[in-house]
Structures are given as C-alpha cells and as structure tokens.
C-alpha cells in the first residue's frame, strides 16, 4: 500500500480496555491499521476512567483504591491491548491512559471520538488535538442518557456514520453526517466450505448476555423451529460464560480462537441474528463472506447487505415465532437457502476495508488541507 503524500498524525478514542472481542473495536483497529500502512502517524487511546462528570477525584475511597489497582495492573501486564482476539499493527502507537482529559491525548491534526462518552471529552479539547471526527456507530441510547446522547452528535464535530439508519436519523435532526459502510476482513473470515455440501440442520448464533441483543428470542426460536424440525442443531460462541441450562441440541464455545470461528461459519448452512438494534451486524456479515444463509431480524443486521428475499430472510424484532419461521424455510428451501447464501456472499464483497478506509482518509486529508480564500474576499473585506 502507497503511502500518503500528506501524512497526518491521528488520534482514536476507544471507551474502555480492549481485553474482550467488540465489533466496534476492531473496526477501530482495522482503520488504525489501514491509516498507518498508508503512512499516517495512528495512536489509539483507551482510557482507565471514560466519564468526565466521573472524574478520579470524586470517587469514594475504596473505588479510588479499585480504580488504580486496575490501572497499574493493565498498564504493567499490556492487558488492555485486544492481542488475544485481534492484530495491531507495530505501527499503530496504544496508549493506556487515567482518563481522556486533554493531557493525556497527544497533539494531533485529528482526534476521532468512537463513542458519545469519548465525544463529551473530545468537544472539551483545544484545538492542537486536531480536528474533531465523530465516528458514529450506533444509537448508544442504550448506554446513556437519550439527551446527552443526542446533544454529542449535534457537537461540532465532522460525523461519521457506519449505517443508513443512523444517516436517516441525523438527518431528521439536521445534521450532515458522511456515511461509511464497514468494510470487511476477507483474510480473516473466508469460505472453505461449499455452501451446497453443509448439513442444513446446521445453525449458528451469536450468544451475548445484553438484552437488546436479542439471544433470548434466537434461542426461543429455535425451541419454535425444533418442534418442527426436531434435527435441528444450534452452536453459540460468545465472551459471555456459557448460559445455564441450555436446550438440547445446542452447544456453547467460549471466545473461540479465530480458525475456530471461522469454521462453525463453514458448517453452519443458516446463521441467526436476533438482535433487537446493531449499528451494522458484524457477525451476519462474515456468515455472508463464509458462505451462509442468514436469518435475521430487522435490527439484527445492516439493510446494505441484508436485503429481504434477496440475500437475507427478515423478520421483526422480538418476535421469535417468524424467525423460526424464517429458520424453518432456510433448512426445508434448499433452492432458498443457496440463492440466498451466493447472492449475499456476492454482494458482501464490495465492502472492503480499502475502500472504508480510502473514504476515511480522503475525509480527514480535506478537513485539513488549507481552503483557498474566495476571490472576492478583499471587496467583501472593504465593504
């Protein structure tokens, strides 16, 4: 990959350690690693202690005593770094700092917030921390107050949004916003499977102990499609401990290293996603790059490639009976489930990470880049 002709140092605000898998995370890192091959200076922060109406000073004693235990031991053991579940480039610097006040987030010529909590920090930052960027990936309502939500994407910020959905709603409130769809690693999560030679008794779900997520209704789905189809098998992977009392016929692998992943996505002929709202939907994305066939509800999964009867079949959120219903068509429908599966994998192509990134790049070197005055600027001046 060439390098930049106009190199620029860049600074990423995560919310937290990265010691478990997040989606929003490693898309994160996979523009820190594109930025920096490109020839960029990257450094991502992550931050001990995230709120600033939560500062060191005004937690009790005990907590204080929590707060810097934890702090030395991520700081002396690197265990804030995503190592186990994903690959840093050596030329993207990590940061593992007190908090995300200005001194401790370096001089840059643009500081991108990745959540609204690191937006109220970055909105408070003179300006030789950079331009400010608001890489929007969900409706983080669920996380904070709607208000002070809200009122970080109204901030003056340039905005990025991962979704459609997450444009629509900018819009409505004003704001322009620049859409970039993620793009996808299709050295990590390939094919090695055809789709036609799997079990289509096979399926495969997410499982996460946040309630929006939606693992309770996949699983009461599949209880549904089973009474139906008593051959049905479900494997769960997840960062969760393994749920108790699992139904029969389902299995539960604990943050699966990634070849091992990237098999159940090969076995599985039908991949489930019952999330009641996802900023994109990475999961149902790499079963699509894997060769599979995705159920999926309305929240669950990114409109861009999950389109309904085209490469996706959709069902509302919260309701497990027609998603077993749609479980139950995909393992019957052989001529449904492949079209589905090619026509999704085809599509998902187009969402690479040299395209993402090449749109963020070009996003950050324009915001830098000095404007030409207008030509009539001195008559304006004089009148």
């Not at 479900?234 to 401990?241: A, K, M, N, S, V």
């Not at 108790?244 to 070849?259: A, K, R």
């Not at 969402?351 to 009539?376: C, I, Q």
Request: with cysteine; net charge negative.
């Amino acid at each position: 990959m060439s390098s930049s002709a106009h190199p620029l140092r860049i600074t990423f605000l995560l919310p937290m350690s990265a010691s478990k898998p997040a989606g929003g995370f490693k898309v994160v890192y996979e523009y820190a690693n594109f930025l920096a091959a490109r020839g960029h200076q990257v450094q991502v922060i992550h931050p001990n202690l995230l709120r600033i109406d939560e500062p060191f000073s005004s937690l009790g004693p005990r907590t204080k005593l929590t707060v810097w235990l934890r702090y030395f031991k991520e700081k002396w053991t690197n265990g804030y770094r995503p190592d186990h579940w994903f690959t840093v480039s050596p030329r993207v610097g990590m940061a593992w700092t007190k908090d995300l006040s200005p001194a401790n987030t370096p001089d840059a010529d643009i500081v991108v917030a990745t959540a609204w909590e690191t937006a109220e920090w970055a909105v408070t930052y003179p300006a030789s921390k950079g331009r400010r960027f608001y890489m929007i990936q969900h409706l983080e309502t669920w996380s904070g107050p709607e208000e002070r939500v809200f009122d970080t994407w109204k901030a003056p910020m340039e905005k990025i949004v991962i979704a459609g959905w997450l444009q629509r709603i900018a819009t409505e409130m004003g704001l322009t916003t620049h859409l970039i769809p993620n793009g996808m690693d299709f050295s990590r999560f390939k094919q090695t499977v055809p789709s036609e030679d799997r079990d289509p008794h096979q399926l495969l779900m997410l499982y996460h102990i946040v309630e929006w997520k939606g693992s309770a209704d996949g699983l009461a789905a599949f209880e549904i499609a089973r009474q139906t189809i008593p051959e049905l098998r479900l494997t769960l992977f997840g960062i969760d401990p393994e749920p108790p009392n699992l139904p029969t016929g389902v299995e539960y692998h604990h943050q699966p290293p990634q070849d091992k992943l990237n098999g159940f996505y090969n076995r599985a002929a039908v991949f489930i996603s019952p999330s009641w709202t996802e900023g994109w939907g990475l999961p149902p994305a790499e079963a699509l790059m894997c060769g599979g066939a995705i159920a999926v509800t309305r929240g669950g999964a990114d409109e861009a490639f999950a389109i309904d009867n085209e490469t996706a079949l959709v069902s509302p959120i919260k309701d497990p009976a027609a998603l077993a219903a749609n479980i139950i068509r995909l393992v019957r429908d052989k001529e449904l489930r492949l079209r589905l599966a090619r026509r999704g994998h085809d599509l998902i192509q187009q969402f690479t990470w040299e395209r993402s990134g090449a749109a963020l790049e070009a996003l950050m070197l324009d915001a830098v880049a000095p404007k030409a005055e207008p030509a009539n600027a001195e008559i304006e001046t004089a009148v």
